[in-house]
């Protein structure tokens, strides 16, 4: 890729954008690096690691690399024979540990995302040196008595030594013949060794070795010679505790150096999985999606070189995305070159950097700041020609600077090359400018290259308008304001608003019909049929603002009455539930009454079968009264803010699941471990409007199909009721709804048998217990019915 191209297209600020999320050095210098690639295949593939590194971080974001750093010098350093400090082992250990954990993080997520488990796989290496290291040095950076025998019994003797010495300095310190003589009552060190501070009067009074003394010369710091041999022993003990640590530390560090290449393949792969997560997020800041990427058509007509540009509500990325003004860069299947006509600081400039630095974004794995369903063809040529190319020190005019750019591009561009040309021919006469404009244009066009240029030539727009594979696009103009709207109108030459601009500041009248007067009529009546054709697209689009402004109305009326309804339903739902607990209060109560009553009887010996119908019937009210008031899901159709991860309900398969990709007309849900690509008419998201409705939140699907050319059956709905049913009725009931649940491919199931004596029940749970399809089986919760309803989850294959 051309590297003057990637500087005009201002692609390295892209780069350092990209690196500022960067968790450690090692992914930073991926993305300092990072290169456009020419290559379909390998676009794709990165296009699909942002995709499911995008995927990932929806689902879980707290995963990353930890406290992972850049041990490869480190690694480099042992396997030469280097010892590594305390700290810098803590760095290999540290790294280890996010390895270890970033790996089980892919561990728990099945096969959802193959491009970056295949990167994790070497993340998690048997090595032993997390344990080994772990055993021998303190988080601190300290080696432990633990990480030898001989450095445990060392450091005892280091301890006893130190303790005798100490205490002979004391009893010198409290002798009364020696206190007199001291300046302080205290023990320090000099040089390593253990003083005490002699007066200089007192110089030769008591045998020492003088090892300091004071600035002012009045104390002298003195060695006892009794405590010599002490000290002496102490330091010896110090020198063997250091070489025994030095031992141990070069221990770990020759197994660090054998483990090098092993190493130094994990931080690879921690910083390419950090890279992905930093495309991520910075696809996540940008709002930016996957684009379709898109090799070039073959047996297209003409010259046309069969490269697709379609890029819907495109932004620049370097641009605020809450100010930039969207557009719409999409050339039909017969255009290949667009001609860009505007005012000056239009935007015309900005629309080309915009389209080459997307492509270059497109081709290097980063996703774009566009709306859903845009495509673009890879190129592996991009060439631009924008800006000043003056140049004192080579004596190049500004005009002279462009040719010779252009010079170079003409020589190397083919028919897989974008070319990007910004002001052709401007900086020379205009007759002879607008010639050689042309002349270039229709060298680009005669050759198959797909071109942008952007020009005020009005000899251009003719050219364009009847030149096959060439369009006209303008930038548009507020005469209103005399601002520019840098909206995007493709189809449409740029209108030349000088008369009315000069008009609207003031320009006398009798100089603007004087100007009208000496135009040439046919550009005159050119400039009026484009004034009409703006106004009559001006109005269309305001009939569609107004248009889409009523639909909105209607659907907040919709959203409103939804919400009343909702809130209907919820006060019905909350009638019903209380009315259910306080029959159940009330049953209670008659139930421990009869109780209670039985047993009177019984010490009365008499007759139980008065209170038969009676328990009957209370077992009947039991049964009413213990259906919880389940309000079903509500669902709306969604037409557009579809994010990743979200969770979404599929209607044509009556399930739901987690958006992981989307395209301009479907929507692909993960459902399990199963993809399924839907319209975006069968997707619905739920509704839940209950007063304590949580935070809606991207949901991973818990159970589905293993493999995505599973067949699907209709659901026979999340629960069945069996209560009042006879044990054999239910259990035919039970076998055929199990087995249609578990064809649907339904992740678990709700079966309501009630309370009652228990006997229901316990039939069914002892073939649900006996089913190929159950996994498992648990009470419903408590405002799901309790023991009133079991849940039962079923095996997908």
């Known amino acids: 890729m051309d590297e003057k191209t990637l500087s005009i297209l201002e692609y390295p600020k892209v780069l350092a954008r990209l690196t500022e999320y960067a968790a450690f050095s090692a992914s930073r210098e991926l993305a300092q690096s990072l290169k456009p690639t020419r290559s379909l295949e390998e676009a794709r593939r990165r296009q699909a690691v942002t995709r499911e590194a995008v995927h990932l971080l929806s689902m879980n974001d707290t995963a990353g690399?930890?406290?992972?750093t850049d041990i490869r010098p480190l690694a480099d350093l042992a396997g030469r024979g280097g010892v590594l400090s305390p700290v810098e082992l803590?760095?290999?250990?540290n790294t280890l540990i996010a390895a270890r954990e970033l790996s089980r993080v892919f561990?728990?997520?099945?096969?959802?995302?193959?491009?970056?488990?295949?990167?994790?796989?070497?993340?998690?290496?048997?090595?032993?040196?997390?344990?080994?290291?772990?055993?021998?040095?303190?988080?601190?950076?300290?080696?432990?008595?633990?990480?030898?025998?001989?450095?445990?019994?060392?450091?005892?003797?280091?301890?006893?030594?130190?303790?005798?010495?100490?205490?002979?300095?004391?009893?010198?310190?409290?002798?009364?013949?020696?206190?007199?003589?001291l300046q302080e009552g205290i023990v320090t060190q000099r040089n390593g060794r253990y003083v005490i501070p002699l007066r200089a009067d007192y110089k030769g009074r008591i045998k020492a070795i003088v090892h300091d003394q004071s600035s002012s010369g009045a104390t002298l710091?003195?060695?006892?010679?009794?405590?010599?041999?002490?000290?002496?022993?102490?330091?010896?003990?110090?020198?063997?505790?250091?070489?025994?640590?030095?031992?141990?530390?070069?221990?770990?560090?020759?197994?660090?150096?054998?483990?090098?290449?092993?190493?130094?393949?994990?931080?690879?792969?921690?910083?390419?999985?950090?890279?992905?997560?930093?495309?991520?997020?910075?696809?996540?800041?940008?709002?930016?999606?996957?684009?379709?990427?898109?090799?070039f058509a073959q047996g297209q007509p003409g010259n046309h070189p069969g490269s697709a540009v379609r890029l819907h509500q495109a932004r620049h990325p370097l641009l605020d995305p809450t100010e930039a003004v969207p557009i719409d860069l999409v050339l039909d299947e017969k255009t290949y070159a667009l001609v860009i006509t505007g005012p000056n600081t239009g935007g015309k400039t900005v629309s080309l950097k915009t389209l080459g630095l997307l492509v270059l974004m497109a081709q290097s794995g980063l996703h774009l700041p566009v709306q859903s369903g845009s495509t673009i063809s890879v190129f592996p040529k991009i060439f631009a020609d924008i800006g000043d190319e003056q140049s004192i020190e080579q004596s190049l005019s500004t005009f002279s600077g462009h040719i010779r750019n252009i010079v170079q591009i003409l020589k190397r561009a083919d028919r897989a090359s974008l070319v990007l040309l910004d002001e052709l021919g401007a900086g020379t006469d205009p007759q002879e400018g607008a010639a050689l404009a042309r002349a270039i244009l229709s060298n680009l066009i005669s050759r198959g290259i797909t071109c942008l240029v952007a020009t005020h030539y009005p000899e251009l727009k003719t050219y364009a308008h009847t030149t096959p594979g060439a369009l006209n696009a303008s930038m548009e103009f507020d005469v209103k304001s005399l601002r520019p709207t840098y909206r995007l109108n493709i189809g449409l030459p740029g209108r030349s608003n000088a008369l009315l601009i000069a008009e609207k500041i003031g320009l006398p009248v009798e100089i603007i019909a004087e100007a009208r007067s000496s135009a040439n009529d046919n550009d005159v009546r050119a400039e009026d049929l484009l004034d009409e054709i703006h106004n009559q697209r001006d109005l269309a689009r305001k009939d569609r603002e107004q248009t889409d402004a009523i639909l909105a109305q209607v659907e907040n009326k919709?959203?409103?009455?939804?919400?009343?309804?909702?809130?209907?339903?919820?006060?019905?739902?909350?009638?019903?539930?209380?009315?259910?607990?306080?029959?159940?209060?009330?049953?209670?109560?008659l139930e421990d009454e009869l109780a209670e009553l039985r047993r009177e009887l019984q010490r009365a010996r008499q007759p139980l079968d008065a209170l038969k119908k009676t328990q009957e019937s209370v077992e009947t009210m039991q049964t009413l009264v213990q259906k919880p008031a389940i309000r079903k899901p509500e669902y709306h159709r969604v037409d557009s803010g579809i994010v990743l991860g979200e969770k979404v309900y599929v209607r044509s398969i009556g399930m739901e699941g987690a958006v992981c990709g989307i395209g301009a007309e479907d929507v692909e849900v993960q459902v399990g471990s199963m993809r399924i690509r839907a319209r975006r008419r069968e997707i619905e998201r739920r509704v839940d409007r209950s007063p304590e409705a949580p935070e809606k939140k991207a949901v991973t699907p818990t159970r589905t199909f293993s493999g995505a050319g599973a067949s699907i059956a209709p659901s026979p709905g999340m629960e069945i009721d069996l209560r009042g049913q006879r044990a054999e009725d239910a259990l035919a009931a039970l076998d055929r709804y199990l087995e249609s649940a578990y064809l649907a491919g339904m992740p678990f199931v709700r079966i309501i048998h009630g309370k009652g004596t228990g006997r229901l029940r316990q039939v069914l749970r002892e073939a649900l217990r006996q089913s190929p399809h159950v996994v498992r089986w648990e009470d419903g919760l408590n405002n799901e019915g309790g023991d009133g309803v079991t849940v039962a989850h079923l095996e997908i294959d």
């Open 221 to 295: 710091f003195v060695e006892p010679l009794a405590t010599v041999e002490l000290n002496n022993h102490w330091q010896e003990q110090i020198l063997e505790e250091q070489e025994e640590e030095r031992r141990i530390l070069a221990e770990l560090s020759a197994q660090v150096g054998v483990n090098s290449d092993a190493l130094c393949y994990v931080v690879e792969s921690l910083a390419e999985i950090d890279f992905a997560f930093m495309r991520a997020k910075y696809a996540r800041d940008i709002r930016g999606v996957e684009p379709e990427l898109v090799s």
């Open 90 to 93: 803590l760095s290999v250990k």
């Open 65 to 68: 690399i930890g406290g992972a």
């Open 107 to 181: 561990g728990h997520t099945g096969s959802v995302y193959p491009l970056l488990e295949k990167i994790a796989e070497p993340l998690n290496p048997s090595l032993g040196l997390v344990d080994a290291i772990s055993r021998c040095i303190s988080e601190r950076g300290e080696v432990l008595d633990s990480a030898s025998d001989k450095l445990s019994t060392v450091r005892r003797e280091v301890k006893l030594a130190h303790d005798r010495l100490m205490s002979k300095l004391d009893r010198i310190l409290n002798d009364s013949h020696t206190a007199p003589m």
């Open 558 to 589: 919709e959203k409103e009455l939804a919400l009343r309804l909702s809130g209907i339903e919820n006060e019905r739902h909350g009638i019903l539930e209380n009315a259910r607990q306080e029959a159940e209060e009330r049953l209670s109560k």
